[in-house]
């Protein structure tokens, strides 16, 4: 691996300095031996940790329980006060040990059902970045799974054909074209379903070509995340028997891993990647693009990078590590994407008209007109922010 | 203050609960107990930072020592596996506790000379964000401070005769009219120092308008930081008489709160921020009014949140909590300004034509382009921005 070097902050020169004083080396090791004891202390925390996982399963209690939290978060504040500790040192130690505490019951099995019926479920392009990911999620919570992709002895036909339920993971482009290959080997009171990021055509086709149960899954996450917790997928029923188990069990197996489920029709999902995925993909697109024409090199900017900027660029950098093809797709296939596009042209031609123009009332204008959007949201958003920014500053 | 509401999850209803069971109950008080324990050590740790400021202090050594963290880091992540906790927790909490252990370290003085000269710094514009900022700062260093702003007794002209460094911080378009104004009661053997986004101009009035030394200064910041640590600022030699003791005297200020010093030529700077603000600034407000233009309402959108739209749409609405006024200016009194519009715009134009075309080969050429220009970057980026996301998801 890469030596991970630090971003906003290096030291412009090697100084070569005098040997530290005694009394600063006494101080130092007086701090190590603290820290033994701190990390002796997160280890009993852990073991109990794990304790009270087999008791939340064993009671079939779930993992999060936010009124604890609070209450954690509340307390431990209020000590830390008569201790002359920081606030929002404590908060955010505290932060990091709820979220490994929760990783840490989910890792062990917390949520997974006792009596959760085990299926055999096919991933189709199971050597993909979601289609392992799915395929791993699936074992972990006790089901079978057969991977087909195209080079696996298995056939997709074959792997469907065997499977009670079959997941469509394959890239954009191509998912019409399996789903019409494969829907009519599913099995009659199985399960057919999908992870591609827009949900009114692939569902349409699901139906069309298949005799079986149908939902649409769109999970709003990329393969490389740290953890399934907290990360939604959007559930979007497209045909379904009276008292069909798929529901139930598709829920059950994503909410063992932490993970939150939102039902949606395909045209609500749709209008909202509208904004949630074209919008903001193509802004980051334009920025990106811009950036590299423009050709100053990112070791100049960086020099001068605030906080807000070096953010703005990571995340910029982020969405060009990704697929091409992917996200060429999300635009291509929206059915919001011109009027998204008008909506993004038009700004600009607006702003850059106030800024020629040297007219500070007309910006003002426009300043308030997506402040006014953004309303009482701002609040949590400058709140959030500030946290993020001083996450980012402390790896400097 | 408003309650704090989690941004990425909320329980969907309240389902009433039963009883938790005894051995949790029993289980928790454990918990609460080894957190009594962790508070205490975290308290005397603090108790040995402070002591560790005075040593510094007095052996005048720099607060942060890169090889102490990193050793630490390293140790500390070594000794958890054998307690069997996980690495980024341990790397996660530490980062929190060596940050809070530098701005401690800050707070006591660590890196306030004792043979700093006592100057009196008039802050013109000192009732606002940066000025008030400023003025805390120089009197945290030992400095004397005169406020003159529109609503003091004491006026900027009257502040500035009486000062050894005349520090501007005032609207951008009130600047220029300022230095003229007071720029002729500088002392000749003062400083005359401003604040302002861009340098060539302010630098120059600066000169012209006064017989003192002159600093062009740009603290890439807002008031609204948490901590001034690791906090870049940008110092541009205006005019300086020989063996001028203010360079020395305001990076020391400056410093002394653990800021990092970046030294540049006006024109250097202000190309920069071409990039840094006045790009960044216009990706951010075209996305913003795009999305106020498209009105599909925040609390719908969120819904279908991944972590990336998320902090996109968090950094988004910081910004338009910030002054109108200040971005107008930036973008009206940037010289590169025209330069970065028509580079956003053929950028706009580019990927749009391609997805209108459903021209897929055409959008790799453009991903590609951009991708190749953030070249080895993309790593670190991808390091840090998964980090952040984590923090992000954490306080869902």
Redesign the interface.
């Known amino acids: 691996m ?1 030596r ?2 630090s ?3 290096k ?1 412009p020169d090697h100084i070569s300095t005098p040997p ?2 005694q ?2 080396l006494d ?2 090791k ?3 031996r ?16 794990s ?2 996982a087999g ?2 399963k064993k ?1 079939q ?1 779930p993992i999060r329980d ?1 009124e ?1 939290e609070t209450s ?1 978060l509340q ?2 504040k209020s ?2 006060q008569t ?4 606030d ?3 908060e ?2 505290y ?6 505490s929760r ?1 840490r019951q989910a890792d062990l099995g917390t949520e997974v059902p006792d009596n959760l019926s085990q299926r055999t479920v096919a991933v189709i392009g199971g050597h993909g970045g979601m289609g392992k990911l799915f395929a791993n999620l699936f074992e972990s919570v006790g089901q079978e799974v057969l991977l087909a992709d195209l080079d696996t002895t298995l056939t997709p036909t074959e792997a469907a054909s065997r499977a009670d339920a079959v997941l469509i993971s394959v890239p954009m ?1 191509a998912t019409v074209e399996v789903i019409r290959k494969i829907g009519p080997s599913c099995r009659k009171d199985g399960l057919l379903f999908d992870v591609t990021s827009t949900k009114v055509e692939p569902v349409e086709e699901m139906i069309q070509n298949s005799c079986c149960d149908v939902i649409g899954t769109h999970p ?2 990329g393969p ?4 399934l ?4 997928v ?1 559930l979007v029923h497209g045909r379904l028997r009276e008292n069909s188990p798929w529901p139930n069990w598709l829920s059950r197996c994503l909410k063992a891993r932490g993970m ?1 489920i ?1 039902e ?1 029709d395909a045209e609500e ?1 749709d ?7 074209v ?2 993909h ?15 090199p ?1 070791t ?2 960086m ?7 070096l ?8 969405h ?2 990704q697929s ?2 992917l ?3 999300i ?2 296939s929206n059915p919001n ?1 011109p ?3 008008r ?6 031609t ?3 008209e ?3 123009n ?1 007219d ?1 009332e007309e ?2 204008r ?10 009482d ?20």
Chains 1, 2 share one sequence.
Not at 95 to 100: F, H, K, N, P
Not at 311 to 318: D, Y
Not at 379 to 393: E, G, K, M, N, Y
């Open positions: 890469k991970q070097e971003l906003l902050s030291t530290l004083p009394e600063l101080l130092r007086q701090i190590d603290l820290d033994s004891q701190l990390l002796e202390v997160l280890a009993q925390r852990n073991h109990v940790v304790r009270v008791v939340k009671h209690i936010r604890r954690i307390d431990r000590t830390c201790l002359g500790l920081s929002s040192v404590v955010n130690v932060r990091v040990l709820l979220t490994a990783e482009r709003m996450f490389s995340v740290n953890t917790q907290e990360q939604r959007v939150l939102l949606s999902h209008r909202s990647m509208g904004i949630v995925q919008l903001t193509l802004s980051t697109q334009v920025l990106g693009l811009a950036m590299a024409r423009l050709g100053v990112i100049q900017t020099r001068f990078a605030s906080p807000v900027y953010m703005g660029l990571i995340m910029t950098a982020r060009f590590c091409s093809e996200y060429g797709a635009h291509m994407q009027e998204v596009a909506a993004f042209s038009q700004s600009l607006d702003w850059l106030s800024v020629k040297k500070q910006f003002d426009l300043f308030t007109e997506a402040h006014n959007f953004f309303g949201f701002s609040d949590q958003a400058l709140t959030q922010s500030t946290h993020l920014i001083d996450r980012l500053v402390e790896r400097g």
